[in-house]
């Protein structure tokens, strides 16, 4: 990480080679001559360090430090001072000065002081990044949920977050916004301060499962890193653990979970120490896990353990009120990230897209608008633009070759017309933009055939 260095001496040659040593280490590095000067700057460039010379013309040292401590009380100042006047910096440290350095000193000094300084600065700085990244997403509305059914899953979600420890299990199919709303719960939650650590079970090989977890000792197998490796369970100490896909994990990796869950307590690989597990865990998986645990592929006791509270994401398919919200909030994300000025859906392509049953959720869902953002001009998005969709559509289903079965007797050629029709319905559950193009004919033309056979609205 870069900082910004503010120095405030009056003797220029000092000044400069305070200047180069600084730059040197990679910080950026502002210069004033006087505590006015010095004062003026800290207002302007909000330094994260202030190096200050003890002895100035016009107001003093302390009288800087004084100030620049009324501004900001957390900031590391250190004080620089000439030999033979170290009560008064002492009488600094007590004002709040980080430490102090006596003239003359060399540049290992300085190194290991300004380095000392800035660790609190740089625990502060990711602290608050990591805050502000979050802020961003969950800036209100960063989880879009209109429908009752989303209101209810994010309501349940809001108030299990106030609890420290509940182990949580999420369901929900695909790119359903599993791990978003476990960030969400954890950005809510106590332990928001501190990390929040995915893993994804589906991913490790299962004899690397372990370590991963919980690290190893030094020397615990060959191959093992020379200082021993830190396990997620530390990483995401105090914070939050995310198990992805946690249907996937092998038994044996099951067993260890399980006992983190029971003992909260584990040991690292090759390690005698127990270590304490101070972390929250939250699951997710996009299978049924209950017929999984049924078929003898998942450990019940496991399953009993996670499944504290549940919270189930249903498919886009089966909350569609929150499906054009959710398009118009991709619009304006990928209107800012790509300069463009979509505003507005035609009423056309609002159908298809509420008809589109989005098997992939709402991960296919922000594809397609970055697709159409990126690609198209204009303010309006259109049915063509969404023709790529309709394509996928019947890339899924193979059109059948048709063999036509005629009875000796004959048939009513109307009568089969109206039996084709009323199955496409039915298998479509009464959408009759998808009927149609079952049947490869316009919505329209479905309309028009519809009224001719007296076939009513289904479902
Ligand atoms: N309610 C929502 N509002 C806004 N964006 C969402 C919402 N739900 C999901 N997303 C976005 O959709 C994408 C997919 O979400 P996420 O990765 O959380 O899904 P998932 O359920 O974990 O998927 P998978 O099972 O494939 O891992 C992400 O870009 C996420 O930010
Ligand atoms: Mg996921």
Not at 167 to 174: A, M
Not at 380 to 404: C, D, M, N
Request: proline residues 4%; glycine residues 8%; contains cysteine.
């Amino acid at each position: 990480m870069r900082f910004k260095i503010l120095v405030i001496d009056d003797e220029p040659i000092l000044r400069e080679s305070l200047d180069v040593a600084l730059k040197t280490l990679g910080h950026n590095v502002i210069i004033a001559g006087t505590g006015e000067e010095g004062l003026e700057l800290f207002s302007k460039e909000s330094p994260d360090l202030v190096l200050l010379d003890h002895w100035l013309p016009g107001i003093n040292g302390d009288e800087v430090l004084q100030k620049v401590k009324e501004r900001d009380p957390e900031i590391p100042v250190i004080i620089m001072t000439a030999q033979g006047s170290i009560e008064l910096a002492v009488n600094s440290m007590k004002m709040g000065a980080f430490d102090f350095m006596v003239k003359p000193f060399d540049l290992d000094q300085i190194e290991s002081l300004v380095k000392k300084g800035l660790e609190r600065v740089h625990l502060k700085k990711e602290v608050e990044w990591l805050r502000s990244q979050y802020q961003e997403r969950f800036r209100s509305g960063g989880i879009i949920g209109v429908s009752q059914k989303m209101k209810e899953v994010l309501g349940l979600a809001e108030k299990v977050a106030q609890s420290l420890d509940t182990t949580l299990l999420i369901e929900g199919e695909t790119g359903t916004g599993k791990e978003l709303l476990a960030e969400y719960i954890h950005f809510l939650s106590p332990r928001s301060s501190f990390p929040f650590i995915p893993i994804n079970c589906g991913a490790i090989p299962k004899d690397l499962f372990e370590s991963e977890l919980f690290g190893y000792e030094k020397g615990a197998f060959t191959g093992a890193l020379e200082k021993g490796k830190m396990g997620k369970v530390e990483a995401a100490d105090k914070g939050t653990l995310f198990l992805d896909e946690v249907g996937e994990l092998p038994p044996s990796a099951q067993v260890k979970v399980l006992r983190v869950l029971e003992e909260k307590e584990y040991f690292k690989v090759g390690g005698v120490e127990k270590k304490k597990a101070d972390v929250r865990i939250i699951a997710a998986t996009n299978k049924d896990l209950e017929s999984e645990v049924k078929k003898g592929n998942f450990r019940d006791d496991l399953y009993f353990r996670l499944n504290v509270v549940k919270l189930y994401i249903p498919p886009v398919r089966e909350r569609k009120e929150d499906i054009l919200p959710l398009f118009r909030f991709f619009i304006d994300r990928f209107n800012e990230q790509f300069k463009k000025r979509f505003s507005q859906i035609s009423k056309e392509a609002e159908e298809d897209i509420l008809s589109y049953p989005w098997p992939g959720n709402i991960r296919e869902l922000r594809n397609t608008v970055e697709r159409i953002v990126l690609l198209e001009k204009g303010d309006t998005i259109l049915r063509k633009h969404l023709s790529f969709l309709v394509e996928k559509e019947g890339q899924v289903q193979e059109r059948a070759e048709f063999k036509p079965h005629l009875p000796s007797g004959g048939i009513v050629l109307d009568e089969v017309e109206k039996q084709y029709i009323l199955e496409a319905l039915k298998v479509k559950k009464g959408n009759k933009l998808q009927a149609a193009k079952m049947l490869g004919i316009s919505r329209s033309a479905l309309l028009y055939r519809m009224g001719k056979y007296g076939i009513k609205n289904l479902g």
